[in-house]
């Protein structure tokens, strides 16, 4: 079964410094792979995706993810956290089997950033 | 252009009650799909229309829940009668007809909390 791991419920971090929000995932076949962000208040966001192609994968607000295959993860990362990163992030995968713009997603669990000034 | 909606940003209801939420997605999408996420945790999918067609509400809880779209349009969610472990935000989303982009666009949530 298709499955997302989010391991930590939260990760802090000062200002400034590198970030890393943590996702494994099991899926059959290539995986197409997700970020979402949840600010307080706010519904989900898009922030990237993996579907094919290079591995580091950049998306919004300066964040990139980067695919792994044989550790079957897909790391958040962003160089210097800001205050206004801080937010719930979600990683989901879709299954491949699903194709014209159905995107039956599945979530993990999600993880809470904290960016401290 | 106005984003996906949702009506009631919050309820609270008791146990046996009847709630109903509604949907907005964005215009001109055909896809719509509800999701839930209980607790804290994983978001959950309970269902997908294209159009005003289910294709798929394999992760419907049970017969308490029934999702309609009619016209197309706007899509309502009702739990009747609601319980205890239906409290969540449920999450609506939406996504265009076509291509394979991968991207939801989705609300704000529906809390709903059965007391």
């Known amino acids: 079964a298709q499955s997302v791991a989010q391991p930590e419920d939260q990760v802090n971090v000062a200002e400034g410094n590198p970030l890393t929000v943590k996702c494994t995932y099991s899926v059959s076949g290539n995986p197409y792979l997700f970020w979402y962000v949840q600010y307080p208040n706010r519904g989900l966001q898009f922030l990237l995706k993996y579907i094919t192609g290079d591995n580091l994968v950049k998306g919004s607000y300066g964040f990139e993810a980067e695919f792994n295959k044989s550790q079957t993860s897909f790391h958040l990362k962003k160089p210097s956290a800001l205050v206004s990163d801080s937010a719930l992030y979600f990683c989901?995968?879709?299954?491949?089997?699903?194709?014209?713009?159905?995107?039956?997603?599945?979530f993990g669990a999600g993880t809470r950033l904290a960016v401290h000034p | 252009e106005a984003g996906v909606t949702q009506f009631p940003s919050h309820s609270v209801i008791e146990k046996g009650q009847t709630v109903t939420l509604r949907c907005d997605p964005i215009?001109?999408?055909?896809?719509l799909y509800w999701y839930r996420r209980v607790m804290g945790k994983e978001i959950k999918f309970l269902l997908h229309?294209?159009?005003?067609?289910?294709?798929?509400e394999s992760g419907m809880p049970n017969n308490r829940f029934l999702a309609e779209r009619t016209g197309g349009t706007y899509s309502t969610l009702k739990v009747q009668p609601a319980e205890l472990e239906d409290s969540g935000v449920y999450f609506c989303a939406s996504s265009t007809p076509w291509g394979d982009t991968g991207e939801l666009f989705f609300g704000e949530g529906s809390r709903l909390t059965v007391l």
């Open positions: 229309f294209v159009k005003e067609s289910k294709q798929d």
């Open positions: 215009s001109g999408h055909d896809n």
């Open positions: 989901a995968v879709r299954d491949p089997s699903f194709s014209g713009g159905y995107n039956k997603l599945i």
